[in-house]
């Protein structure tokens, strides 16, 4: 079945720091792929997304990158705020079937430090 | 912009019990997933449905049933609560079977004690 693997946290940045969160999948089709974010004790909010390959989501500075070749969808950005603390999931979504449901990664704590 | 609603926020239930918690997806979304997300773990995928009809369904237990009803609100019904079952829950929304984009609400904590 399909399967989304991340990094695992937590991870630790100060201010203005450079940010990588990995993150690689498994899937039977051709996925769609999420990262979503959520805040302490706050529900799931959509941060990017990416429908084919070599397309590249983008929002709030954070941008992921679809690579079809090594099963990829890292999460970037080039400096992170304190407001950037939060956990992030990697999910995917199978194309062709009737329904969309999100299968996450195990998500990734970040705690960003002024 | 109205966003997912779902009722109650927090649940405080013991073993055995019974438990519904309520969502109301977005307006003109016909769409409904739920979804568990355990203590420090990732969210699964429960259970969807389509046009009030369910169109899939995931790990849930069979002591677990939910529906969706005429105005598209969903109840997911919870018997025979287990220690277990403490968890957030989440409902998600989307027009249409939309692959694109799901709108989650900000969930229902529910604690069995």
């Known amino acids: 079945g399909d399967s989304v693997t991340q990094m695992e946290g937590p991870v630790t940045l100060s201010e203005e720091a450079f940010l990588t969160i990995n993150c690689t999948y498994t899937?039977?089709?051709?996925?769609?792929l999420f990262w979503y974010v959520q805040y302490p004790g706050e529900g799931l909010q959509l941060l990017l997304k990416?429908?084919?390959?070599?397309d590249k989501g983008s929002n709030k500075g954070f941008e992921a990158t679809y690579r079809k070749e090594t099963t990829s969808f890292h999460l970037e950005k080039g400096s992170v705020q304190v407001s950037d603390s939060a956990v992030y999931f990697c999910?995917?979504?199978?194309?062709?079937?009737?329904?969309?449901?999100?299968?996450f990664g195990k998500g990734t704590l970040l705690t960003v430090n002024p | 912009a109205a966003g997912v609603i779902q009722s109650p926020r927090h649940l405080i239930k013991e073993k055995r019990e019974t438990a519904t918690l309520k969502c109301y997806p977005i307006p003109r979304h016909d769409t409904v997933y739920w979804y568990q997300q355990g203590p420090g773990q990732d969210p699964q995928f429960l259970i969807s449905?389509?046009?009030?009809?369910?169109?899939d369904k995931g790990s849930i237990p069979d002591r677990f049933s939910a529906q969706q009803f005429s105005d598209y609100h969903s109840e997911l019904n919870m018997s025979s609560l287990e220690l277990g079952d403490s968890a957030l829950y989440f409902c998600a929304s989307s027009r249409g079977l939309d692959l694109y984009e799901q709108y989650f609400g900000p969930g229902t904590r529910l604690t069995v004690t």
């Open positions: 899937a039977t089709g051709y996925p769609s």
């Open positions: 449905f389509y046009e009030k009809m369910q169109s």
């Open positions: 999910a995917l979504s199978e194309e062709g079937g009737s329904n969309y449901k999100l299968t």
């Open positions: 990416a429908t084919k390959a070599d």
